[in-house]
């Protein structure tokens, strides 16, 4: 499993601090984020495409202190370019958000 909301909840928590709809629109702007990397990860038609794709998640996912997401991404990453396997999981894991 890669949600993480004990720690996401922290993040937003911590650069929003109790303004509630600051925190909605920040939670809902990583939500689309980590939908636009996986769809860029779904169609990345390259090892190079694929791998920047998997880094731009991981990336995100460090940002919002997101860790399983963060090591999920850095897995796909060493896979090879459209691994089932891995994009039914990140699939999975985002489909969280």
Known sequence: MAYDPGAIEATLAAAAGSNAALIDELRDAFAESAHRALRAITSAQT???????????KGLAASFGAVRLMALAEEAS?????????L?????AVSRF
């Open 47 to 57: 090892d190079a495409d694929w791998h920047a794709a998997t880094q731009r998640l």
């Open 78 to 86: 060493q896979a090879p370019c459209g691994d089932g396997r891995i």
């Open 88 to 92: 039914q999981r990140l699939r999975r």
